[in-house]
């Protein structure tokens, strides 16, 4: 094999290390990091044989990119990105596997199966190898949901069960074919202490949380108290938003029950310290009070979070997990909802018998029985044009013919431009300027107008997304191409320095304080007391001077991660090519489900193909071991 050209200069080379640590580290495969701390866990461990401090530099550096563990059998096909450039990584010297595995075995480092202690940094089991932390963590993940699941269900009372599921839900909008599968979620959620909501953009996932609320609060007893959570703030403001709106709908007595409902972040809810890194004040030992705890996009939570939250709930509190297993997953390691949503496993034929019992005169279709782990799907899309939606089925199922084709439709509500995007000034994209000055337009005038409900919804209107931050897919790029575009159609567009009148701002640091969340995004008003910068909060918008804001940015394009938990009228993504290692059937399904009313796809037909062809396919066992039989770990 040909070495990699290695220059002193380079800022990712580590010139300390030698043997495979060097070479992986030369190819780009091994970042710093991952080749220090291999390094001094070896010194320290007594280790010296090569391929297991290749193995455990790979293992830290999966982590990174969202895996938990790593498969030596697989690992030499994985896809190396350490920028957002891919790594050909077929020239390396990848040990053999089976010496690989056997070396590994032997290493003083290495716990081998799972019910060793776990007093060494590596463990080894069902030919998976991780971090002993990570694999304690998904162990938590797993004897918790496992347990939570083989609990005797909660005692229920039948008769005002089955009475508020006839008063709460309804089939209109329903085909006669159809089941009613937000009923049968909120009848799972009575029935177990676990429920799995899962479901696209718009499939009533924050209706169905509203109305399981309001028939738990029916049962006998005192009323329930209620903790409503999600991984980021912005997402907790808007389920607490989202909630309070479904809640609306419902009968009086029922909303009048769910009474004030207020959403916390995750780590809020457990009571992260600050100082004391990891360790939160509800725990094993201190579980929290709360009788029904919802926590909403769960694709965004971590496996360690997942972990933490398992233990501080109470065995006989209800928890409900709501989210969408096909968008991208948590910035840290793990895919918990896609692991538990999709794993295999025996199917619940007393939760289905029990489901199956409760009279449903409004309906002649019998509820779907086949139940696993608590898990309810969603199917029914209420909020998507039917093109939309078709579009985000055919990305689902993987198929790239039939994603294509619906591109290609000349329906109402998509647009797909083939655009060479490498170039400086690319032909194809007048839809994308035309659709940034309209809505840019309209921010202006109720900016300069000071009408912050109107600026706010206007911002709203059209969002442009990339999936890389730099080079000619990136945010930067196309962020300044919107402005010029912007600079063209609206005069003295960008006048008045910095905080120019219809200036759209992006927060990107979380303060309570003002009630200000990292993604939060929002416009610079003129007002009558002078410039304001304009969020929407609920009802009322919140209202800031300008120089009250550290932590804000421009944002005329943002990436598709930055987007997951809202949407847009429109939008226009920007596809990463072919070879880039962001691209994959979450981004790009992601990205579709973020508009409600019409996509734009700018790029090659041979990159969406490849998209929808690549699952993200995150390294866990979780998936497969909750759906074996359950056993203990030591
Ligand atoms: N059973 C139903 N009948 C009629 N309309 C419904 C029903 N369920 C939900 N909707 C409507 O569909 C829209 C989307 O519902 P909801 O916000 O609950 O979906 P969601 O899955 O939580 O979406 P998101 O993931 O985007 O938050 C809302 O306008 C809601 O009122």
Redesign the pocket.
Known sequence: MTLPLVEDTDAGLVRSCTGLLRLFNAAGVLGPADVHTATAVARIGGESDEAVMLALALTVRALRTGSVCIDLRTISETVYDDSEQQVDVSDLPWPAVEDWRAACERSPLVSVGPYRAGDRPLRLAFGLLYLERYWQQEETVRIELQRRLATPPPVVDAELLAGGLARIFSR??LSETEPDR?RLAAAVSALRWLLVLA??????????VAKLLALLGDQRGSRPRIALAAPTGKAAA?LEE?VRA?SG?LPPADRERLGELNASTLHRLLGWQPGNRGRFRHDRENHLPYDVIVVDEMSMVSLTMMARLLEAVRPDARLVLVG?PDQLSSVEAGAVMADVVNAPGEIDRELGSAVAGIPDPGSSVPAPTDLRHGVVQ?THT??FGAAIDELARAIRAGDPDWTMQVLRSDREGLVFAEVDLEQPRPEGLGPLAERVRRAGRRVDEAARAGLAFEALAALDLHRLLCAHRSGPFGVARWGLEAERWLAEAIEAYGAGGEWYVGRPLLVTANDYDMGLYNGDTGVVLQTEQGLRAAFARGGEPLLYSPVRLDSVQTVHAMTVHRAQGS?FEAVSFIVPPEDSPLLTRELLYTAVTRATRQVQIFGSEASVRKAVQRPANRASGLRDRLGAPSQRSS
Do not use: N
């Not at 479901?199 to 169905?208: Q, W």
């Open positions: 209109r909008g937000q479901g696209g953009p718009g499939t009533g996932k924050t209706t169905t808007r989202a479904a709908t969408d969603l209420w909020r949407q």
